[in-house]
């Protein structure tokens, strides 16, 4: 088989086995984005792998360059890949990508186990905050009563604050009055 059709085999794969899975991106048919871990998760991160012409009897090209990696170290990241290049040297030859992808999900808290998150934009995080804040205020808010509705809720209750046994029973002797459509 040439290197395109073990490519091709391989995309196939992928795309079978990750379809619907938020985690799986691909870019184009040669270059992908696995999201190691949940959104939420201060130690998720993004692989960014490209497949060279020549693929898979060479490496991927994998990255940690995505947006997402910025709250990462450079140590952190170093440590990653150098663990994923050990990962891909004894894969080399197959379709590797399913069981990189694996071994990342399974080694996640190992290779961010010395991860502690940089803050390059305290903007951005202040107002993260200021918006869960907010947030958490707006669903505090009870809903509001006017003072009328107020007087009629106390004029019905008890000392307690409890409404007496049977304060929205209809009179029966009312509904006798009132009579139905067969009394003629």
Request: charged fraction near 30%.
């Amino acid at each position: 088989m040439t290197a395109n059709e073990d490519q091709e085999m391989e995309l196939e794969a992928l795309l079978s086995i990750y379809e619907g899975d938020e985690c799986f991106k691909e870019i184009s048919p040669v270059s992908f984005q696995f999201r190691v871990g949940d959104l939420e998760d201060t130690k998720a991160f993004i692989l960014d792998v490209t497949w060279p012409e020549t693929y898979p009897e060479t490496a991927p090209q994998i990255s940690l360059d995505a947006f997402f990696n910025n709250r990462i170290s450079a140590d952190t990241k170093q440590l990653i890949l150098s663990k994923l290049e050990e990962q891909v040297e004894a894969y080399l030859g197959t379709a590797m990508m399913y069981t990189l992808f694996e071994w990342a999900k399974e080694n996640q808290e190992a290779l961010m186990e010395n991860h502690k998150p940089v803050v390059t934009a305290v903007t951005t995080s202040s107002s993260e905050v200021m918006t869960s804040t907010s947030t958490a205020k707006k669903k505090d808010k009870k809903e509001q009563l006017t003072k009328a509705q107020k007087r009629r809720i106390i004029s019905r209750t008890d000392n307690k604050g409890e409404l007496p046994r049977g304060w929205n029973w209809v009179d029966v002797i009312k509904l006798s009055k009132t009579g139905g459509k067969d009394d003629v």
